[in-house]
C-alpha cells in the first residue's frame, strides 16, 4: 500500500510543475484528456487530468509551503482546472487530502470549506511523513461530475 501511495503521489505531484502554465492547458489528442504540462505528462505517461463515464478525474495538485498556503495553492489550481471543463467545487463528488500535517490541515477547514460553499463531497484526509521533491504540504485530488 505504501508503494502505491509513493507511486501515486510521485506522478500526480509532477502536476506541481507545470502550474505556471495552467493557463495554456490543452486537450490532448486523446479527448478526454486535458493535459496541463504535455511534455511532462508524455514522459512519465499520465495525464492531468481525464473524463470517463460522466466524470472528470484530476490528478493530485499540490502546494508548498507552510500547510495553509499550500492548501490556498492547491485549491486556486483545482479551481482553474475544473473551470476549464466548466466546473467549480459544487460539482465535485469526490475529494481526496494527502498532507505532512493532518492536525493543522484540520485547523484550516474554514479555509476549505470556503471552497466548497456547503456543498461537500466525500473526503478522505491522509497524513504522509512526506510528499514529493520534500516541499509540498499538500497534496489534493479530485473527481467531479460533468454537467
Do not use: H
Amino acid at each position: 500500500m505504501l508503494r502505491l501511495l509513493k507511486t501515486f503521489t510521485i506522478a500526480a505531484l509532477l502536476n506541481s510543475t507545470c502550474f505556471a502554465s495552467l493557463a495554456y492547458a490543452k486537450e490532448s489528442e486523446d479527448s478526454r484528456c486535458l493535459q496541463l504540462n504535455e511534455t511532462l505528462e508524455k514522459e512519465y505517461g499520465y495525464c492531468g487530468a481525464v473524463e470517463a463515464g460522466g466524470l472528470l478525474y484530476v490528478s493530485g495538485t499540490v502546494g508548498s509551503g507552510d500547510i495553509k498556503a499550500g492548501m490556498v495553492q492547491a485549491y486556486e489550481n483545482l479551481k482553474i482546472i475544473l473551470n476549464k471543463r466548466g466546473l467549480d467545487f459544487s460539482d465535485v463528488v469526490r475529494e481526496t487530502v494527502f498532507t505532512t500535517d493532518l492536525d493543522t490541515f484540520t485547523e484550516n477547514r474554514g479555509l476549505r470549506k470556503s471552497y466548497y460553499k456547503g456543498t461537500y463531497p466525500a473526503a478522505s484526509w491522509l497524513q504522509v511523513e512526506k510528499l514529493y521533491g520534500g516541499k509540498y504540504s499538500v497534496e489534493i485530488e479530485v473527481t467531479a461530475k460533468l454537467r
